[in-house]
């Protein structure tokens, strides 16, 4: 059993940064990789980033990449996801995931409860 908790969330204007937490319980963090993963009123849950177990290979979706960091410290059980210029279309609750490496949030099957972020205009 693994759990897992987001934190970092809240509100903030377009163009600011804010960094979220995900936090897990056990030794087995290290074994699986980390995705974030956001959902916005209405819509389908959408890939965000994810990272390998070593934290040395790194992957982004389109919308968020040059913008957005992920990052993990295994000897901390912990992942992070640095968000930098943010926009209003970045509103959703952000989940982590632990899981397979990939884009696919069926790959994943430990997930956090979420932490909300908004981006005002």
């Known amino acids: 059993q693994v759990q897992l908790v987001e934190s970092g969330g809240g509100l903030v204007q377009a163009g600011g940064s804010l960094r979220l937490s995900c936090a897990a319980s056990?030794?087995?963090?290290?074994?699986?990789?980390v995705g974030w993963f956001r959902q916005a009123p209405g819509k389908e849950r959408a890939f965000v980033a994810a990272?390998?177990?070593?934290?040395?290979?790194?992957y982004y979706s389109d919308s968020v990449k040059g913008r957005f960091t992920i990052s993990r410290d295994n000897a901390k059980n912990t992942a992070y996801l640095q968000m930098n210029s943010l926009k209003p279309e970045d509103t959703a609750v952000y989940y982590c995931?632990?899981?397979?490496?990939?884009?696919?949030?069926?790959?994943?099957?430990?997930w956090g409860p979420g932490t909300q972020v908004t981006v005002s205009s």
């Open positions: 995931a632990l899981g397979q490496y990939g884009s696919d949030d069926r790959q994943y099957v430990y």
């Open positions: 990272v390998t177990t070593g934290g040395t290979i790194r």
């Open positions: 056990g030794r087995t963090f290290s074994t699986y990789a």
